[in-house]
């Protein structure tokens, strides 16, 4: 009697009862409901989602910032030249002081480009993007500006002539001595100018562009260049602020021919100019082998004192002229670097 009225009682209040014979449809029964308490609140985070909190200091929706990248680059340079003094050092003793120059001055060379090129790698880009285009090598720019800075700098040392601050002297040296000496400086000083040319205007100029524009970082990279020869035995504060305006107008070169080479052939020659022709201090610096006993004196204002030309008060006045004439001559930008990472503009930009 139980059992019958089992039955006769229906299953649920609220659900009618399946049909044995019909298959069973998920979709058609209603989804059970949960408390909101039991939910949880975020999913769990893995460790590949996780991000380091140093990512929003080194990484930006653009990529690596363009100050990291500098720093990278300067980081790579630092270890390239330590592995090569370590690589060298046996050389030290077997070399003399004039090939040791020439050995140091290179390796400082390839410390300043060597990561250039790994960075043009990573980036995507040619290395000539950096303002040294194989293409232009020792073209018409690289002689045009070695014109420049010897007639520069002879216009310097023939004022300082004409006030009697600078006598030439006898010669220093003679027969095949002067031309073997000649192609020494030239050698020693091209290095030289690939060296400091690059690493302050070269990648550090192009990356740093990036984050804040072409002048601004101009600004910075010559005030480094100025504070690097205080360092020199001789050099004084009005050769620091010189050296410091000479980057300066370095910089403007790059700008409106669109590469280095003209500051290359520049400086390569402003630097042979003082060292073996005109046989002065440079930087503070007076070195063996040079074409005259040439001698400065008068006040340090004028003579340059230790520093040589580049402590005179009219190198000043070769600086604005320099500038002047060179934004005249050259009155297109040819070189920049777009916020962006892009290219450097075409001329007239």
């Not at 004022?159 to 006598?167: H, I, K, S, V």
């Amino acid at each position: 009697m139980s059992g019958t009225m089992m039955d006769n009682k229906p299953l649920s209040p609220s659900l009618p009862a399946p049909d044995p014979l019909l298959p069973v449809d998920d979709a058609n029964l209603p989804a059970p409901s949960l408390p909101s308490s039991s939910l949880p609140s975020s999913l769990p985070t893995t460790g590949a989602d996780r991000e380091s909190p140093l990512r929003d200091v080194f990484l930006g929706p653009d990529g690596i910032y363009p100050g990291t990248r500098w720093l990278i680059y300067l980081g790579m340079g630092w270890i390239i030249y330590q592995m090569e003094g370590w690589l060298l050092l046996s050389l030290r003793s077997s070399l003399g002081a004039l090939w040791w120059s020439l050995v140091v001055e290179g390796s400082r060379m390839l410390a300043a480009i060597l990561p250039a090129v790994v960075m043009a790698r990573i980036e995507g880009r040619p290395f000539g993007d950096f303002g040294l285009p194989a293409r232009r090598a020792f073209g018409r720019n690289f002689w045009v500006g070695a014109l420049w800075g010897i007639v520069s700098l002879s216009v310097l040392m023939l004022t300082l002539r004409g006030t009697g601050a600078f006598e030439f002297g006898s010669l220093a040296l003679h027969g095949i001595r002067i031309w073997k000496f000649a192609a020494y400086y030239a050698v020693l000083f091209l290095l030289t100018g690939f060296f400091e040319d690059f690493l302050m205007r070269g990648y550090s100029q192009w990356v740093l562009s990036q984050g804040m524009d072409f002048w601004p970082a101009a600004a910075l990279l010559s005030f480094a260049f100025g504070y690097i020869h205080s360092g020199n035995s001789g050099e004084a504060m009005t050769g620091l602020i010189a050296a410091g305006l000479i980057g300066f107008f370095l910089c403007l070169t790059l700008r409106r021919t669109g590469t280095l080479w003209w500051a290359v052939g520049f400086h390569m020659a402003w630097d042979w100019g003082e060292s073996y022709l005109y046989s002065v201090p440079d930087s503070g610096t007076l070195l063996p082998g040079h074409l005259l006993n040439s001698s400065l004196h008068g006040p340090d204002w004028l003579a340059g004192g230790s520093v040589g030309p580049e402590g005179s008060y009219l190198v000043f006045a070769v600086i604005g002229m320099l500038w002047v004439v060179f934004d005249r001559v050259y009155p297109n930008v040819k070189y920049g670097v777009c916020g962006d990472g892009a290219s450097p503009r075409p001329s007239g930009a």
